[in-house]
């Protein structure tokens, strides 16, 4: 099996299982893209709010050791920290997060804008 095919395999899983995830929040969709033209080809997570596309997520994938990884701010250590996947649940668990995150910050945004448009 080549590497980008492992790649394609992941991807084909994650997407079908995105409606299931986007599904638990009512007025977003999860969208994917991915771009295949790097040294570490990535699986991108983004989705639409009022014409905006915004970005939450971004999975890479190691071909030479065929690993899936991806950063996050871990805030016991004040550091972006590399998490590697060994499951498809994993991931699917990861995107789940990285979107509610996102969503947090969308809603404190909306709140910092209507405290100073007070």
């Known amino acids: 099996m ?5 790649l394609s395999r992941i991807e084909q ?13 009512d007025d977003y969709e999860i969208r994917l893209t991915v771009n295949t033209t790097k040294k570490h080809p990535s699986l991108s997570f983004y989705t639409e709010i ?9 999975i890479y994938f190691d071909p030479v050791n065929q690993e899936l ?6 805030e016991d250590f004040e550091l972006n ?9 994993e991931i699917i668990d990861f995107i789940y ?3 509610f995150d ?3 910050h ?12 007070s």
């Open 2 to 6: 080549s590497n980008l095919e492992w």
């Open 13 to 25: 899983a994650i997407s079908i299982s995105l409606p299931e995830v986007s599904a638990r929040f």
């Open 50 to 58: 009022d014409t905006k596309i915004f970005e939450f997520c971004t």
């Open 69 to 74: 990884y991806s950063y996050y701010w871990n």
């Open 81 to 89: 920290s590399k998490i590697l996947f060994t499951e498809l649940e």
């Open 97 to 99: 997060d990285a979107f």
């Open 102 to 104: 996102f969503l947090d």
């Open 106 to 117: 969308v809603e404190e945004d909306d709140e910092n804008e209507q405290v100073e448009s």
